[in-house]
């Protein structure tokens, strides 16, 4: 799969893309990354990327000249058009659902804005979604950029060892995951649950599950209301409620 990130701040991504899982599954050419550096490509003298609004008000506004011709640097030869999102507090809020379809496209490039943002003309020219971290506003779009690279790179084949690195961790399956405990077996006192070294695998996934179940509804009961659960998770639940 392959991410180009156009942004004013190239060098902030491979201090955390170039290390851990990631970095690994870019060594592999599992992953490919760009990052593009928007001022490059900026016809002004002084390398300026901004400009007044002209509604007024306060701030700067991108200007589309330098992102438009960053953004054909990649795409202008290729056959096809990449998915393009534009990370915007306006946008749809970024969920596990979100990534996994995002990690069914295979060149996604991802639009950084600053200031007060992007003129509307060159997000109405490039961008196919518009996606947000959540309802709050950063300086700017690379954290939330890396967020997504993150999140969607690790449901690519081979970048985690295995389907099962992800997929009973927290809000996969709709749900938070169950607590995990490793050595030693007693810790300041408190000791590993019982069930988890019985040795008895049928017993710990119904004991894993019910722990997820029990953690969603006291952490976040909404997201019991769209997860998928079975007659025996509703059962038990109601009868933990009692």
């Not at 077996?185 to 069930?195: S, T, Y």
Request: hydrophobic fraction near 35%.
């Amino acid at each position: 799969m392959r991410f180009d990130v156009l942004t004013l701040f190239p060098n902030m991504f491979e201090a955390v893309l170039g290390e851990s899982i990631i970095g690994r599954a870019r060594e592999n050419k599992i992953l490919e990354m760009n990052f593009v550096d928007i001022r490059a490509f900026s016809k002004n003298k002084h390398r300026k990327v901004d400009d007044y609004p002209y509604s007024g008000g306060g701030g700067m506004l991108m200007t589309p000249q330098p992102i438009y011709d960053a953004y054909l640097s990649i795409a202008g030869d290729l056959d096809y058009k990449p998915f393009t999102i534009y990370m915007s507090p306006q946008g749809k809020v970024f969920s596990q659902n979100v990534a996994k379809e995002l990690s069914k496209k295979e060149h996604i490039v991802l639009l950084c804005g600053h200031y007060e943002g992007v003129d509307q003309r060159v997000i109405d020219e490039i961008v196919d979604m518009e996606l947000s971290i959540g309802d709050f506003v950063l300086t700017g779009g690379e954290i939330p950029a890396m967020a997504v690279i993150d999140a969607v790179s690790r449901l690519i084949p081979n970048v985690l060892s295995g389907e099962e690195s992800y997929k009973n961790e927290s809000h996969f399956s709709g749900l938070l995951e169950y607590p995990q405990y490793t050595r030693p077996a007693e810790f300041l006192g408190r000791k590993v649950p019982d069930i988890l070294i019985s040795g008895h695998h049928e017993n710990i996934e119904k004991w894993k599950r019910q722990q997820a179940l029990v953690n969603t509804l006291n952490k976040r009961p909404d997201l019991l209301e769209k997860a998928d659960l079975t007659d025996e998770d509703i059962r038990f639940l109601n009868n933990y409620k009692k």
